[in-house]
């Protein structure tokens, strides 16, 4: 099985900035594309940051400058570095991966159990 661990979430000042990180373990072949999402109270769980294997990246309106994604592939590892944060950035963070446990098998998407951000003065 596959298992994504997230970390770095917390308690941060409008303005601070936090670095998540989300690291895939288990029977894993390949890694395919890697997302953040993020899912505030009452609100559907809206994507954040994706980057694909192929150097393709893509950011939400609302995050596009303030944050970085970036990947490790060869940890299975894949960031969020979050700066100038807001009030509104508040959510819990999910990481998403698509995961190929065997050679010439399908893609499977894999998430993290959710880390909480909360800016707040």
């Known amino acids: 099985q596959v298992q994504l661990v997230e970390s770095g979430g917390g308690l941060v000042q409008p303005g601070g900035s936090l670095r998540l990180s989300c690291t895939a373990s288990?029977?894993?072949?390949?890694?395919?594309?890697m997302a953040w999402y993020r899912q505030a109270p009452g609100k559907q769980r809206d994507l954040v940051a994706a980057?694909?294997?192929?150097?393709?990246?893509e950011y939400s309106d609302s995050v596009r400058g303030r944050f970085t994604i970036s990947r490790d592939n060869a940890n299975n590892t894949v960031y969020l570095q979050m700066n100038s944060l807001k009030q509104e950035d508040t959510a819990v963070y999910y990481c998403r991966m698509l995961v190929q446990i065997q050679n010439g098998g399908p893609r499977l998407q894999y998430w993290g159990q959710g880390t909480q951000v909360t800016v707040s003065s």
């Open positions: 288990g029977n894993i072949f390949n890694i395919g594309a």
């Open positions: 980057a694909t294997i192929y150097g393709g990246i």
